[in-house]
T-cell receptor, first 116, second 109 residues
Framework: NAGVTQTPKFRVLKTGQSMTLLCAQD?????MYWYRQDPGMGLRLIHY???????AKGEVPDGYNVSRLKKQNFLLGLESAAPSQTSVYFC???????????????FGPGTRLLVL | GQNIDQPTEMTATEGAIVQINCTYQ??????LFWYQQHAGEAPTFLSY??LDGLEEKGRFSSFLSRSKGYSYLLLKELQMKDSASYLC??????????WGAGTKLIIKP
């Protein structure tokens, strides 16, 4: 099992360029998440998905879009990159909890994005 | 607003014991997680508490007091490989995970 994988590992963009980050998981998890992590701050949720074909906004969704066309994949898009989007992006996945909530999240290795 | 507080950095000696505290104020509570994150790597799950009390897992233990909005992670017999950041996260009433900024633990020989 590869767990959660992310591509690319590192990317440099110029302001205004677009890109897509890919997350894949082979654990048959229903829930998937995109976070960003910045120095001195906690992980912040960008968007999440509770199943194939569904997505929802998290804490900091502006400037990002997502799609979950297949259960195992969760894509994060930046349509017009800005320097404020320089960050480390983590994808995570989990089963739904027995209480209907979210279980332990498993993280991918991260994508380091620099926007100039 | 929702808030999770942890010390920014702590230093401890190899072989010793260290306690990392976490206090939280969230809209509801459905459980508290501790994750470990080595520099440049992804967070990995350490523990989950939903009821008051101490949960022990080998060298690591986690304690929760819901009435005080307080948790701690206790690391015993510290090893150099324990040098990492330790993240506290709380499930709020909407089952959203709210994350603390993390505590960087430095282990000295």
């Amino acid at each position: 099992n590869a767990g959660v994988t992310q591509t690319p590992k590192f990317r440099v963009l110029k302001t205004g360029q677009s890109m897509t980050l890919l997350c894949a998981q082979d654990m048959n998890h229903e829930y998937m998440y995109w976070y960003r992590q910045d120095p001195g701050m906690g992980l912040r949720l960008i968007h999440y998905s509770v199943g194939e074909g569904t997505t929802a906004k998290g804490e900091v969704p502006d400037g990002y879009n997502v799609s979950r066309l297949k259960k195992q994949n969760f894509l994060l898009g930046l349509e017009s990159a800005a320097p404020s989007q320089t960050s480390v992006y983590f994808c995570a996945s989990s089963y739904p909890g027995t209480s209907g909530g979210q279980e332990t999240q498993y993280f991918g290795p991260g994508t380091r994005l620099l926007v100039l | 607003g929702q808030n999770i507080d942890q010390p920014t950095e702590m230093t401890a000696t190899e072989g010793a014991i260290v306690q990392i505290n976490c206090t939280y104020q969230t809209s509801g509570f459905n459980g508290l997680f501790w994750y470990q994150q080595h520099a440049g790597e992804a967070p990995t799950f350490l523990s989950y508490n939903v009821l008051d009390g101490l949960e022990e897992k080998g060298r690591f233990s986690s304690f929760l007091s819901r009435s005080k909005g307080y948790s701690y992670l206790l690391l015993k017999e510290l090893q150099m490989k324990d040098s990492a950041s330790y993240l506290c996260a709380v499930w709020d009433s909407n089952y959203q995970l709210i994350w603390g900024a993390g505590t960087k633990l430095i282990i000295k020989p």
